[in-house]
C-alpha cells in the first residue's frame, strides 16, 4: 500500500510555472468561470501593491495570491483541485502578454478545459486580456517573480478532496452544484470513462448554470417540501440530501429501482367468466430516453452513476415540458396564464408540474395545470403582493401538502379534487376596479385568463365563473 505523503510550501508563480512537470485538469471540475469583473479585480489588487503615484515599485515585498491544491497522480504528475481559476487567468494573462516567451509555449501544462463555458470564458477573456491596456502589463515578468502561492500536495485523492472540502466550506464561493459533480465523479474513482462521460454531460446540462436552478427550486423543495415542516433551501441542505444522505452499494454499476410510473410492468388488468384475471402490460422498451429512466422524486438516491442519471432524468424532464413544448396545448396554457405573473408563482408552478409528471407521465396534464392555476390565481387576484413566503403559506395552511397528496394519490382526479377543495372561490370575486392599475400585476393575471377562454367566457370580465370556464376549456381541448 503506498503511503500517503503531504507536502506544504511557498513557492513564487514564476518557479511554480517553470516547473518540469506535467499538469492537468481532471475531468470532474467545474468549468473555468471567471468574467471582466474577476479579471479587474486581480490587476486592481495586484496594481495596488505595486505601484505608487510614482509609478511601478521595484521594492515591493513579494504578494501572495492564495493557495493551490494538487493531486500528485504519478511522479511529476499532478491534478490541480483546488486554484483552477487563478491558475488559468495567470496562464491567460502571460500567454496574452508574452505570448513567444509564456509558460504555455514551454509545454508543461495541458489544461483542457472540457466545458463549453470553460471554451467560451476562455477566449472572451484572452480577447480582453490583450486588447486591454493595464498598468501592470509592461512589468509582468518582474511581478511574476514576486507573485507567491501556498502549495499543497498530497499523493492521496481523498486527501486531497478532504482539504478542498474544507477549504471551500469556508465561504468560497463554490455552489453546491459544484459539490455534487465532484463528490460523485470520485465515487467513480478508477472508472475514467464513466468520469468523462457523466463530466461532459454534466457541464452540458449546465449551460447557464441551469442546475443551480434545478436542484436549489425543482428537485430539493420536490423531496424536501413535506407536511408542515417546511424551509428554503440552503447549501448545506442540499449537500446533506444529495450528499450524505444518498446511498453506497458494493456494485456500483447497478441502480436499486423503486415503484413508480416509470418502471410498472402493467397498469391495469381485466377479468371475465372464461379468462379469469388478465394482466396488461405495459410496453416494454430496452433502450429508453431521459426523461423516461425509471426514478421517482422521492426516492432514495444512489452515490456515482445513480445520481447522475438521477439528475440527467429530472432535467430532461424539465427540457419536455418547457424547453421542447412537447405537450402543446399544455404550454399554451401555462404561457398564456403565467405571462408577466409572480416569480415565485411561476418557480412554484413547474415544481409542481415535475412532481405530477413524475406520477402520472402526461395523463390529464392540461387538466392538472388549470386546476393548479385555479388555486395559486385566487391567491394571485386576492393579494396585492406575492412573496417567496406565499408559496409555503399555500402549502403549509391547507389540511395536507399539495406536493404530498400528488405523491400519494393513486389517480389524477384525485390530485384535482383536492385542488378544487382547497381553492376559495370567493377569491375570485373581485371587481376589476377592485385589481389595481390597468398595468398591475393583478390586472395583468386577469388579462391572461381573458385571453385563455377567450372561446367559453361569454364575454365575461371578470373571474367570478372560472370554475366553468375550465370546465368548459377542458371539454373543447381534451
Known amino acids: 500500500m503506498q503511503e500517503n505523503k503531504l507536502s506544504v510550501g511557498t513557492c513564487l508563480v514564476e518557479d511554480f510555472f517553470n516547473y518540469d512537470a506535467t499538469v492537468s485538469l481532471p475531468d470532474y471540475q467545474r468549468p473555468y468561470v471567471w468574467d471582466f469583473s474577476k479579471l479587474e479585480q486581480l490587476y486592481k489588487d495586484i496594481e495596488d501593491h505595486f505601484f505608487t503615484d510614482k509609478g511601478y515599485n521595484?521594492?515591493?515585498?513579494?504578494?501572495?495570491?492564495?493557495?493551490?491544491?494538487?493531486?500528485?497522480?504519478d511522479k511529476n504528475t499532478f491534478e490541480v483541485i483546488d486554484g483552477q481559476q487563478r491558475i488559468t487567468t495567470l496562464l491567460l494573462t502571460d500567454y496574452a502578454w508574452n505570448q513567444a516567451e509564456s509558460f504555455l509555449e514551454k509545454g508543461y501544462w495541458n489544461l483542457q478545459y472540457n466545458s463549453l463555458l470553460?471554451?467560451?470564458n476562455l477566449k472572451q477573456n484572452f480577447l480582453y486580456i490583450k486588447s486591454t491596456s493595464f498598468y501592470i502589463k509592461q512589468h509582468i515578468q518582474n511581478i511574476f517573480s514576486k507573485?507567491?502561492?501556498t502549495v499543497i500536495i498530497t499523493n492521496s485523492e481523498d486527501e486531497a478532496f478532504t482539504f478542498f472540502d474544507s477549504q471551500n466550506a469556508r465561504g468560497v464561493s463554490l455552489s453546491a452544484v459544484d459539490f455534487l459533480k465532484s463528490y460523485h465523479l470520485r465515487e467513480l474513482k478508477g472508472e475514467e470513462k464513466l468520469q468523462e462521460v457523466f463530466a461532459k454531460k454534466w457541464d452540458s446540462n449546465n449551460t447557464g448554470q441551469f442546475l443551480n436552478e434545478l436542484f436549489n427550486l425543482m428537485l430539493w423543495r420536490s423531496r424536501q417540501w413535506k407536511g408542515k415542516n417546511l424551509y428554503f433551501e440552503y447549501k448545506d441542505a442540499i449537500l446533506d440530501n444529495f450528499q450524505k444522505q444518498t446511498i453506497k452499494e458494493k456494485n456500483g454499476e447497478t441502480i436499486n429501482l423503486y415503484p413508480n410510473v416509470f418502471n410498472a410492468l402493467s397498469s391495469s388488468?381485466?377479468?371475465?367468466?372464461?379468462q379469469g384475471v388478465v394482466v396488461q402490460p405495459n410496453p416494454l422498451s430496452l433502450q429508453t430516453t431521459a426523461e423516461q429512466y425509471p426514478f421517482a422524486l422521492r426516492q432514495p438516491i444512489q452515490r456515482g452513476i445513480g445520481f447522475f442519471l438521477y439528475a440527467e432524468k429530472y432535467f430532461a424532464i424539465y427540457q419536455v415540458l418547457f424547453v421542447e413544448k412537447r405537450y402543446h396545448k399544455f404550454n399554451d396554457v401555462y404561457e398564456t396564464l403565467y405571462n408577466g405573473v409572480s416569480y415565485y408563482f411561476n418557480t412554484f408552478f413547474k415544481l409542481a408540474v415535475?412532481?405530477?409528471?413524475?406520477?402520472?407521465?402526461?395523463n390529464k396534464l392540461i387538466e392538472f395545470a388549470l386546476w393548479l392555476d385555479y388555486l395559486l390565481g385566487s391567491y394571485r387576484i386576492n393579494q396585492h403582493t406575492i412573496v417567496a413566503q406565499t408559496v409555503i403559506k399555500i402549502l403549509r395552511d391547507n389540511n395536507q401538502n399539495l406536493l404530498d397528496v400528488i405523491e400519494m394519490s393513486y389517480r389524477p382526479d384525485d390530485v384535482f379534487?383536492?385542488?378544487k377543495q382547497i381553492t376559495r372561490d370567493e377569491f375570485y370575486h373581485k371587481k376589476r376596479s377592485e385589481l389595481g392599475g390597468e398595468n398591475g400585476v393583478r390586472i395583468t393575471y386577469l388579462k391572461n385568463n381573458l385571453s385563455l377562454f377567450n372561446n367559453v367566457r361569454n364575454n365575461e370580465e371578470q373571474l367570478n365563473n372560472k370554475k366553468n370556464w375550465i370546465n368548459a376549456f377542458l371539454i373543447n381541448n381534451t
Open 269 to 274: 388488468l381485466t377479468f371475465s367468466h372464461k
Open 58 to 73: 521595484e521594492g515591493a515585498p513579494l504578494y501572495y495570491l492564495g493557495s493551490v491544491l494538487l493531486y500528485e497522480k
Open 354 to 362: 415535475i412532481s405530477y409528471y413524475d406520477k402520472f407521465k402526461d
Open 417 to 419: 379534487d383536492f385542488l
Open 118 to 120: 470553460s471554451s467560451v
Open 147 to 149: 507573485l507567491v502561492f
